[in-house]
């Protein structure tokens, strides 16, 4: 039987692209000259510092736009809060990586509720689709791509 999984990765070799990318733009900004700002990347996170809340903003724009221009999906961005320290302010970019269980319900629930004949499983953090036709899964992934849910998925492990 045809079957296909749904994931959310983030291919991180592309994050640490747009970090690098982000940080030169930094550099050679005009309205950042003189100013100690950095965008550092630590395994699932992306740690921001500046020297004004308001250029925390500029930069959240900054890497959004380089990540973009890597080809990948914003909605995998999960910002956190400005914590500020001392003289400066940081900001703390959590990267979602894999479909949280709640959001995995409601991703079968718009399949279910669709009527294509296809079964789901939740498999960890990835969701198995398998159906006898091909057309059935097309239409699912299809499906999936409209939901709005806050996360980009991707389909992997497409097999006939």
């Known amino acids: 039987m045809p079957s296909f999984d749904i994931v959310s990765e983030v291919a991180m070799n592309e994050v640490q692209n747009a970090v690098e990318n982000a940080n030169r733009e930094i550099q050679t900004r005009f309205d950042f000259r003189g100013v100690d700002a950095s965008f550092e990347l630590n395994k699932e996170e992306i740690k921001m510092g500046a020297d004004a809340d308001f250029q925390l903003k500029q930069m959240i724009e900054i890497l959004r736009d380089k990540i973009v ?7 995998c961005l ?3 809060d400005v914590e500020h320290s001392g003289k400066r302010y940081f900001q703390v ?3 979602k990586q894999g479909i949280e269980t709640d959001v995995a319900k409601k991703l079968i629930k718009i399949i279910k509720d669709a009527k294509i004949k296809v079964q789901t499983a939740i498999q960890g ?8 036709k ?4 097309q239409e699912a ?3 999936v791509r409209q939901a709005e849910l806050g996360q980009a998925f991707q389909f992997t492990n497409f097999r006939d």
């Open 69 to 75: 221009k890597r080809g990948m999906d914003t909605s």
């Open 78 to 80: 999960d910002v956190g």
């Open 93 to 95: 970019v959590k990267l």
């Open 125 to 132: 953090d990835e969701i198995r689709v398998t159906g006898k």
């Open 134 to 137: 091909r057309d059935d899964l």
């Open 141 to 143: 992934m299809a499906l």
